[in-house]
């Protein structure tokens, strides 16, 4: 059994005084006055240990690790077949790029890029009588934690500010993979985007897939099917057009978001989760990808 307290105590202290962090997101106002020097991490076993360290227990905006949430909760919900509104192909592109959208008639290359997941949004929306009230009690749900909550200033920031996204909203509706309102979608995404949580509490939201799916939801919960799914995608699509080294250098299947946290599984074993809030030039934790490389380098554990 590793001493899992001395290898992410010592992962934390080759890289907490690190000049070089990257740079916090500023295209969403609200979100570039956070400190650049935050950096935690928090473990989960699946027999419930957990181990943390540095600021662990302060609360990010989450932004696209959202997404996977949005795609779980969706995925036992929907009676059709969710995938042929979205593929589940890397896109080898920025997140929020929209060329492939074009050229592919609509349907995203996956769930996790912004078009997917304003998709997935839409099918939230569609099935829900109070999407954003719902989703919020579905997160709370499967962290067990009530505290949980929506930043409202982050929303309204990235609602003022997010044409990239009104772009995406509206190329899908050109194509018909939008079935509501514009404005209601994006209302609904740039709301779970601003959910705030801790590493704590990301390290529990991501038990279902590393644990086929069963975690404390009393229904809706993931069928071990779908849970490999959401991980597979994960793997190949969670880092963008960064998901190849990622898979590289940490081998986890993981999401990022821009609020600088990534959370990555190891089924049968654990989730992890890192924020440091610097991102490199392609939107992900600059600390966190290195912290999450150290970890699976020093334990060997990892999928590969
Ligand atoms: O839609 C956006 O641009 C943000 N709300 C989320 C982007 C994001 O987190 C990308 N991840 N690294």
Known sequence: MFDFQNVIDTVHHNLKDEVFRGLV??????????????????????????????????????????????????????PENLWQRVDVEPSGNPFNHLSLLELENGIPR??????????????????LENPKEEFLNYVRNVVDDHSIDFNLKVAESERLTG??????????????????????VLDFYFHQCAIEMTCE?????????????TCCLKTNQLSPSQAKR????????????????????????GKSGVGGGIVAVLPNHFTISVWSP??????NS????????????MTKLSIF
């Open 25 to 78: 997101a500023n295209y969403i106002p609200e979100l570039a006055n956070i400190d650049v020097q935050h950096f935690g991490i928090h473990l989960r076993l699946l027999d419930g240990q957990t181990f943390a360290t540095g600021d662990w227990n302060k609360k990010f905006s989450i932004q696209s690790i959202s997404k996977v949430l949005t795609l779980a909760m969706a995925l036992p919900m929907y």
């Open 110 to 127: 996956n769930p996790l890029i912004n078009a997917g997941a304003l998709v997935i949004a839409d099918i939230l929306v569609s099935l």
């Open 163 to 184: 044409y990239n996204n009104y772009a995406a909203a509206n190329l899908l509706k050109a194509y018909g993979n939008l079935k509501n309102d514009v404005d209601d």
């Open 201 to 213: 509490q990301l390290s529990k939201a991501f038990v279902m897939f590393a644990n086929h799916g």
């Open 230 to 253: 959401i991980n597979a995608i994960m793997l190949t699509c969670g880092f963008y057009d960064e998901a190849g080294e990622f898979a590289f250098e940490v081998g986890l299947p």
């Open 278 to 283: 610097g991102l490199n030039m392609k939107g």
């Open 286 to 297: 600059l600390l966190g990808m290195q912290a999450l490389e150290q970890f699976t380098s």
